[in-house]
Antibody, heavy 124, light 107 residues
Framework: EVQLVESGGGLVKPGRSLRLSCITS????????MNWFRQAPGKGLEWVGF??????????EYAASVKGRFIISRDESKKIAYLEMNSLKSEDTAVYYC???????????????WGQGTTVIVSS | DIQMTQSPSSVSASVGDRVTITCRAS??????LAWYQQKPGKAPKFLIYSASSLHTGVESRFSGSGSGTDFTLIISSLQPEDFATYYCQQTNTLPPTFGGGTTVDMK
């Protein structure tokens, strides 16, 4: 069974850092791009960033709202994707989801598998 | 960024009703459009890609259409488990962006 399980969320003070993990199983991790999304309380879905598959060198891209503060990485041997969040702000408070890309030749059709989400609260 | 606008923002419907949700892109995106269903406290569920292709395991009462800037999601006969919020997402251009969501609730 294909599964994504996020962990690492919690309550953190503004300006601090937090690292989320997305533990994957049931598929060939290296063959897939992995994305992070977030959803603020009562709001819609917002893309945070992605790490491309091994075939594309694990290249990363980020939303403007997090660029320079957040870093996405992946451990191919452990099949884990990470979201390192630095200089956290109150507006980063959200449920964070990792998800798997459904892509062919680098063209992304959508996100076909999602984790259950982990909650990050940034507050003093 | 490409803006995605969904309408209506909410719709009240009964079991068995036909429900239509529209999504408009601020610029042409071909058929690079996906639809998701999300229930409260749960992760989104992938429904449709390439505007009209049903993801594996998704019930055939869901259908999608459109290209360019205008897209539609139709639930042909609403079932109790379909009460949820639906989001469109464009994957044509970075950053991938979502519509604001359409909540289907019980009339």
């Amino acid at each position: 069974e294909v599964q994504l399980v996020e962990s690492g969320g919690g309550l953190v003070k503004p300006g601090r850092s937090l690292r989320l993990s997305c533990i994957t199983s049931g598929f060939s991790f290296g063959d897939y791009g992995m994305n992070w999304f977030r959803q603020a309380p009562g709001k819609g879905l917002e893309w945070v960033g992605f790490s491309r598959s091994k075939a594309y060198g694990g290249a990363t891209e980020y939303a403007a709202s997090v660029k320079g503060r957040f870093i996405i990485s992946r451990d191919e041997s452990k099949k884990i994707a990470y979201l390192e969040m630095n200089s956290l702000k109150s507006e980063d408070t959200a449920v964070y989801y990792c998800s798997r890309e459904m892509a062919v030749l680098g063209y992304v059709y959508g996100l076909d598998v999602w984790g259950q989400g982990t909650t990050v609260i940034v507050s003093s | 960024d490409i803006q995605m606008t969904q309408s209506p923002s909410s719709v009240s419907a009964s079991v068995g009703d036909r429900v239509t949700i529209t999504c408009r892109a601020s610029q042409g995106i071909g058929t690079w459009l996906a639809w998701y269903q999300q229930k409260p406290g749960k992760a989104p569920k992938f429904l449709i890609y390439s505007a009209s292709s049903l993801h594996t395991g998704v019930e055939s009462r869901f259908s999608g259409s459109g290209s360019g800037t205008d897209f539609t999601l139709i639930i042909s006969s609403l079932q109790p488990e379909d009460f949820a919020t639906y989001y469109c997402q464009q994957t044509n251009t970075l950053p991938p962006t979502f519509g604001g969501g359409t909540t289907v609730d019980m009339k």
